[in-house]
């Protein structure tokens, strides 16, 4: 549990791999459910349309959402099954696995037998649940862009060296220097300033960006 705050006080999450369909089939309703990572409301509303302009004659396109990575965004939407048995447990599921930024909807084609509340519940729910066991998560947390600036003499070791260390090399640029931009996680910021001081003799000059997220 202290591991889990640490990490969300460091602002990492998990999100779905990439977006997915999984389906299954209960007492002859299939129940697809689209996954997808969204980074903000905006997004899982276009994908939520986009499912359901795909599914015109699904019986329910039930949705849910959890946007921020202290999960401050959730939605549900039961899209006409009985109040909370499909859009609430969906987003249960997304909670209890600790699911953020990410968009589900679960298309459900009637199969002719009534599941009752419980059974809805479960099958909304467990068609959650099995996507994101099928079509994987990642942990992301954020990350500084940096750009280092170095003369050519140098550039070639350094490249090579930072790849090496496993640093995230995301752009080489060539012109009068050579420019690298790298994410590196907050806290080794002034680590990485050290060492690359070391491994240019103080030649290359260092520029903080922006902040971006990478996969853990």
Not at 15 to 21: D, H, K, Q, S
Not at 70 to 93: F, H, I, Y
Not at 130 to 153: C, M, N, Q, S, Y
């Amino acid at each position: 549990m202290a591991e889990e705050q640490e990490r969300r006080t460091a602002g990492e999450y998990v999100t779905v791999a990439a977006e997915g369909t999984h389906e299954t089939e209960i007492n002859r309703s299939r129940f697809l459910c689209h996954l997808a990572p969204a980074a903000t409301e905006t997004e899982a509303q276009a994908f939520i349309a986009r499912i359901r302009a795909e599914h015109p004659t699904a019986t329910h396109n039930c949705t849910a959402y959890v946007i921020g990575a202290d999960a401050s965004v959730q939605k549900a939407n039961d899209d006409g099954e009985p109040g909370g048995t499909a859009g609430v447990p969906m987003l249960q599921m997304l909670l209890r696995r600790d699911i953020r930024y990410a968009v589900a909807v679960v298309t459900r084609y009637f199969g002719g037998t009534k599941l009752g509340a419980g059974g809805l519940i479960r099958a909304y729910g467990g068609a959650v649940g099995e996507a994101l066991d099928t079509l994987g998560t990642v942990r992301r947390r954020p990350f500084r862009i940096v750009t280092v600036t170095v003369g050519h003499e140098r550039a070639g070791r350094l490249e090579n060296d930072l790849r090496a260390t496993g640093r995230d090399v995301r752009d080489v640029r060539y012109g009068a220097e050579v420019t690298l931009e790298l994410g590196l996680p907050e806290a080794e910021v002034d680590t990485f300033r050290a060492w690359l001081a070391d491994a240019t003799a103080g030649t290359a000059r260092l520029e903080l960006g922006g902040e971006a997220f990478g996969t853990v």
